[in-house]
């Protein structure tokens, strides 16, 4: 919640914060501005020539090239958002021959600006290369001036060009920044998203254990003493009763444990729903006790001294315990099990034997828990992986064995 707080915050900053003018201008009006830059300038050049102040060769006919070099040259800058390098390739051999012939002056601070458009949006070594090339000709130029090198012009007009080149690469520069700073931001956010997925995936994954869990415990003991209400119905009324009120109390428990799991389901983006407090080894008792209501006796061991375990340990050796014996009910039937719990000083042993009950009366003709082909003992798994632990599940005399060894490192969050 605080992050995407925070970000709306952030946006709505931005969207408070005035942009730059040159932000808020379309492309028409920018277009429009070097129109009317270029024509102020194609005015004071043109007016420089018409009052001869340049140098070079006189008359008429030379007024009109110079005249028309410098048209061709302003008129080309307008379009040099468009196409920069096209608009350079114009501008520099009318430059080239507008320095031969001895004009300088305003004109210069055209190719300036499209040198600046070339460096601002090419690659360094691009733009590089081609400054090079402009300074060159620019120099070129003056220096085969008609009444002879004009070493002025040859030291302004490169410099003027390097001024438009040099603001153009800091502007490159700090466009390049500014990306790389959006990129870094974009890529952070990406990272963040799929942390968020990580754990809504994994959250979905613990939910679905404790809708098992939750699910198959209520229906082995539903399923238990159902059977015995409706064999004892007419014999014992009392005793069908009292397996009726059983079935109900489960029920209830277990419709109120998996309203609030599904709650948090569909509550993925709105916060996570009010939970009630998660079971623990604390609660054994009571389990214990659900348990002989289905028929199945457990005596129950704890060895080692008890302390409080971390908050996941605590719950998923609950659950351990929970689903293993509901196993011993759904296979066995009623029976006699064995639940330790040792306590030892780096880990936690969860361990759980029965001694066959039905299975054995029956020649062994009821299947066993790691013959279900169901999601108990991958849960048990999957519970014990997540803190380093192991799992062992196999045939132990006539009945079954569940050990689970659980470290409980004093860091485990």
């Known amino acids: 919640m605080c992050s995407t707080h925070d970000g709306r915050y952030r946006r709505s900053v931005d969207e408070a914060l005035p942009l730059p003018f040159t932000q808020r201008l379309s492309a028409r009006h920018r277009v429009a501005i070097d129109a009317v830059f270029a024509l102020l300038v194609l005015v004071a050049s043109i007016g420089g020539v018409v009052t001869e102040h340049h140098g070079g060769p006189t008359g008429v006919g030379w007024d009109i090239v110079r005249s028309l070099a410098i048209t061709v040259a302003c008129v080309a800058f307008v379009f040099r958002r468009r196409a920069p390098l096209v608009v350079l390739g114009v501008m520099t051999p009318a430059a080239v021959l507008l320095g031969a012939i001895g004009v300088r002056g305003p004109f210069l601070i055209v190719l300036a600006a499209a040198i600046y458009m070339v460096a601002a949006t090419s690659d360094h070594r691009i733009s590089l290369a081609i400054v090079g090339t402009v300074v060159g000709s620019v120099a070129l130029g003056a220096l085969i001036s008609d009444g002879g090198p ?89 005793e069908a009763r009292e397996a009726l009120g059983i079935i109900e109390t489960i029920s209830r428990r277990a419709l109120a444990e998996m309203r609030l799991l599904v709650g948090v389901l569909r509550q993925p983006e709105e916060g996570v729903a009010e939970l009630g407090p998660a079971p623990g080894l604390g609660d054994l008792d009571e389990l214990v006790g659900q348990m002989g209501e289905a028929g199945l006796q457990v005596e129950m061991h704890v060895e ?110």
Do not use: C, F, K
């Open 304 to 413: 080692g001294v008890e302390r409080p375990l971390p908050a996941g340990v605590d719950v998923s050796a609950y659950r351990i315990v929970q689903e293993a014996l509901t196993n011993v009910v759904r296979h066995v039937g009623p029976a006699n099990a064995e639940l330790w719990i040792r306590y030892r000083p780096d880990e936690v042993d969860i361990e759980v034997t029965d001694d066959g009950g039905a299975r054995q009366a029956a020649g062994s003709a009821a299947p066993m828990l790691g013959e279900a082909g169901g999601h108990g003992l991958v849960g048990m798994r999957e519970r014990v992986a997540i803190y380093g632990g192991e799992l062992l599940a196999g045939p132990a005399g006539e009945g079954y064995r569940v050990l689970a060894r659980i470290p409980t490192d004093e860091g485990e969050p």
């Open 150 to 238: 004009d070493w002025g012009g040859a030291l302004s007009g490169p410099a003027v060009v390097l001024v438009g080149w040099l603001a153009g690469e800091n502007t490159r520069a700090r466009r390049a920044y500014a990306r790389g700073l959006a990129e870094r931001a974009a890529e952070r956010e990406r990272e963040r998203e799929e942390r968020v997925r990580r754990a809504a995936a994994d959250e979905r994954v613990r939910i679905a254990r404790e809708l098992h869990d939750v699910v198959a415990h209520a229906m082995s003991v539903v399923a238990v003493r159902s059977g015995v209400a409706r064999m004892v119905l007419d014999s014992q009324p009392e």
